[in-house]
Structure formats: structure tokens, C-alpha cells
């Protein structure tokens, strides 16, 4: 079974710039969550998808947006880049959302920029 | 209050011994504390992850011990061997979802 894939997996913007990353879960998974992973403030939730519609959002600005396909794939967007924008971004899918369906991480997108 | 602590920051251990790695919590309504471990260049992967209800879970060589009273948890790798040289997170979630709160993670090191 194919695990969790995210596209690109290496990524350099400009500031001001946009950017969008690709996820496609685990297949029967429904559930999607993205999560941002830096040195200083760690792994932190950005938001989760089920079944097209976001459940969940974390405490980030509204330049973070996502959306989910139905074939459950998953895209995030962030315009308006910042400095502060870079980052590990990883997608996580389960089954449903919920405990104790375990959530598989992808590899993650390493998004620098300049 | 949505803080998970974790310590050590990181953490150096001889092949053979036990690795223990602390968290603790302020907001009363977790309920659900998962382990994540991850290696260079991966993402995390769910080692092992326990509910209020349970005071100690073990599964192999990992035993996750959790105090409610004291809103704290742990994770105990015994025999730790150098294949275990990762980086550990805890985290915590509420009302049984995925969103979850990680702690800052502990690089450990596993000497051969």
C-alpha cells in the first residue's frame, strides 16, 4: 500500500511570492492534515480535511488555506510569502480523523524562502 | 494552556540502556497521548499513544507510563539500541481528534 506522497519535495519562492503543495493520502484515507515543522516553534497543526470541508484549524493567518479534492487529495496554499514561511510542511491522512485510526505522515515539502 | 512540555531536549544513551523522555500538560481536556517518532528527513511515524484512563501501556521494547493527578507522561525505551537514534515527540489531543499539540521533541542518541 502506497504511503502518504507530497509534491514538490523541495521548493524555493521569493517573498511576496505564493505557493501551493500537494498531498495525496493514503488511499481509502479520508481524513487530511497539514502541519508546519520548524526549529523554533516545532510541529504545529495548520488544518484538517474530511470529506472536502475543513473540521479543524490551527492558529495560523488566513495567507495558510487549503482545500480537499474528492478523491481526497489535499492541496495547501500560502500567498504572500514571509520569511518566516520556511518550513517542513507535512501532510497527514487517516482513515477518519479520529482516534485510534492511526494518522500517517508524508515525507513533507521543504518550502525555503528567500 | 494548549502547551505540551517535553524534556530533555535532547539525550544521549548507551546501547543497552533505558531512554526516558518526560512531557507534561495543563489543559484538562486531552485525551488522547500519542509518541511520534521521526527519523532524518522523514516524517514523524506513531510509535505508541495511550488514554487517561490507562496508567502505563507497553508495547515491545516501548512503555508509555501516564499520571493524570500530576499531568504528566512519559515514554521509557528499554534496551535502547542505535537503530532508535530519532527524534521523539510527544503530543496531545482533544476530544479523540487528530489535531494534535506536540511537544518540542527530544533528539536522542543511542551509543553503539
Known amino acids: 500500500k502506497a504511503g502518504v506522497t507530497q509534491t514538490p519535495r523541495y521548493l524555493i519562492k521569493t517573498r511576496g511570492q505564493q505557493v501551493t503543495l500537494s498531498c495525496s493520502p493514503i488511499?481509502?484515507?479520508?481524513?487530511v492534515s497539514w502541519y508546519q515543522q520548524t526549529p523554533g516553534q516545532g510541529l504545529q497543526f495548520l488544518f484538517e480535511?474530511?470529506?472536502?470541508?475543513?473540521?479543524n484549524k490551527g492558529n495560523f493567518p488566513g495567507r495558510f488555506s487549503g482545500r480537499q479534492f474528492s478523491n481526497s487529495r489535499s492541496e495547501m496554499n500560502v500567498s504572500t510569502l514571509e520569511l518566516g514561511d520556511s518550513a517542513l510542511y507535512l501532510c497527514?491522512?487517516?482513515?477518519?480523523?479520529?482516534?485510534?485510526?492511526?494518522?500517517?505522515f508524508g515525507p513533507g515539502t521543504r518550502l525555503t524562502v528567500l | 494552556q494548549q502547551q505540551v512540555k517535553q524534556s530533555p531536549q535532547s539525550l544521549i544513551v548507551q546501547k543497552g540502556g533505558i531512554s526516558i523522555i518526560n512531557c507534561a500538560y495543563e489543559n484538562t481536556a486531552f485525551d488522547y497521548f500519542p509518541w511520534y517518532q521521526q527519523f532524518p528527513g522523514k516524517g514523524p511515524a506513531l510509535l505508541i499513544a495511550i488514554r487517561p484512563d490507562v496508567s502505563e501501556k507497553k508495547e515491545g521494547r516501548f512503555t508509555i507510563s501516564f499520571n493524570k493527578s500530576a499531568k504528566q507522561f512519559s515514554l521509557h525505551i528499554m534496551d535502547s539500541q542505535p537503530g532508535d537514534s530519532a527524534t521523539y515527540f510527544c503530543?496531545?489531543?482533544?476530544?479523540?481528534?487528530?489535531?494534535?499539540?506536540f511537544g518540542p521533541g527530544t533528539r536522542l542518541s543511542v551509543l553503539p
Open positions: 503530543a496531545a489531543s482533544v476530544n479523540y481528534g487528530q489535531n494534535f499539540v
Open positions: 488511499s481509502g484515507h479520508r481524513s
Open positions: 497527514a491522512s487517516s482513515l477518519s480523523g479520529r482516534v485510534p485510526d492511526t494518522q500517517y
Open positions: 480535511y474530511f470529506s472536502e470541508t475543513q473540521r
